[in-house]
């Protein structure tokens, strides 16, 4: 995979972002080399933009389409039937149906996760079901948490879901998004500087959506129980590493300034008043990119790559990639491959896929899988071509 001209290549300090004067605060991406040493094969085609995949015990595959279907892989093949009995989603805008995710106990309790938008364009929130899987369908499926407040508009619903030891879930949810959407008479993404809202927020729940009674946020007046982190624009990639219990996220910015976090319980990440974002028409959001007790991210893209789907790849398929993170790039249509050592970025690199990703996932095989996000979308299979 040749690392070293991977971390010759990749300059990640100093970089200058239109209307930012100064970004030494944090490593800053730059043009990286492309990986080689493999090559990519599609499972299936015909997914209406697909948002994300999970396996079940028995190889088979569950992807949501953000349209508002959960489709079946079985054996390689598209199952046309969608899976019925599901919430009502609002499809509209990047609202729809997003994650899915498998219980940890998922051979005793049979339990299969969904995060997706509902309500209506003017009042509308992300929300949290659980179903029980039993021979091809959901039973039993019940919403177990949603957002306290409604919001209006498409944008920024976040949302991906990480399973921590003891079985409860972090949840994100966006920041409900970009000016004019407005929130009690401000902006409404100036709210995720607020503990007494679920926008811009990392929540951690117990597996049946009830508040983790150890939230740092849970004993303080006025703040939402559920929070587990503040700061947030809008969170689609969320990951953990097994060995360390370090949790990673990635976050759109607003026209550059997306960031990958190491995300803590009790911690605030910025948004919007600490950013390195500018406004789409052009002024920057905060004079500010770094600020005691403000945690700094690992690393910011400027421009954006507009990330999606996020990975810690623990497998053996791909021996030189084990202990990296894998990044999904909607605007770039490629997949970044970011090597650590601890919570320090070494190197960079990319998987030019030439098509949106949305997710990228370790199948239960140890390859690395993922989503492009198109009316005719494809589950791809990442085959390396080397040893």
């Known amino acids: 995979m040749n690392k070293s001209a991977v971390v010759i290549a990749l300059g990640l300090l100093g970089a200058a972002t239109a209307g930012s004067a100064d970004l030494d605060a944090a490593p800053v991406s730059k043009s990286v080399p492309e990986a080689d040493g493999w ?55 990047q609202g729809g149906l997003l994650d899915v995710s498998v ?38 499926v019940r919403v177990i948490f949603r957002n306290a407040d409604a919001k209006s508009g498409g944008q920024h619903f976040g949302s991906r879901i990480v399973w921590l030891p003891d079985n409860s879930l972090l949840m994100s949810i966006g920041d409900g998004g970009n000016p004019p959407t407005s929130f009690r008479g401000a902006n409404i993404r100036d709210q995720a500087q607020n503990p007494g809202t679920h926008f811009g927020k990392v929540l951690r729940l117990n597996d049946d959506g009830t508040p983790h009674p ?41 026209r550059g300034g997306d960031e990958l976090n190491a995300i803590a319980g009790g911690e605030n990440y910025g948004w919007p008043a600490v950013t390195y974002s500018v406004e789409y028409w052009g002024p920057r959001i905060s004079q500010e990119t770094s600020r005691p007790g403000i945690v700094e991210p ?31 790039a909607l605007k770039f249509g490629e997949v970044r491959r970011i090597e650590l050592n601890g919570e320090q970025v070494v190197s960079e690199e990319k998987l030019t896929i030439g098509r949106r990703v949305r997710d990228v ?5 140890g390859y690395l899988y993922v989503l492009t996000d198109e009316s005719n979308g494809a589950l791809l299979r990442i085959v390396p071509t080397t040893n």
């Open 39 to 93: 090559r990519m094969e599609t499972v299936v085609s015909g997914l209406d933009h697909p948002w994300s995949v999970a396996w079940l015990p028995d190889g088979s595959a569950l992807v949501t389409e953000r349209s508002g279907r959960l489709r079946v892989v079985r054996d390689g093949k598209l199952d046309p039937r969608p899976v019925s009995d599901l919430p009502p989603i609002l499809a509209s805008g």
């Open 298 to 328: 690992k690393l910011v893209w400027t421009p954006s790559k507009a990330p999606s789907g996020l990975v810690f790849y623990t497998g053996d398929v791909y021996p030189s990639w084990k202990g990296n993170l894998f990044s999904g």
């Open 361 to 365: 996932r370790q199948g239960p095989d």
């Open 103 to 140: 219980h940890p106990d998922f051979a005793d309790n049979r339990y299969v996760y969904l995060t997706f938008s509902t309500g209506t364009r003017s009042a509308n929130r992300t929300a949290l079901a659980r179903g029980r899987w039993d021979r091809g369908a959901l039973r039993d």
């Open 214 to 254: 150890q939230n740092p946020y849970a004993s303080r007046p006025g703040a939402k129980p559920e929070v587990w982190s503040i700061g947030h624009r809008n969170i689609q990639g969320m990951s953990r590493d097994p060995e360390s219990g370090r949790v990673w996220a990635t976050e759109h910015g607003s």
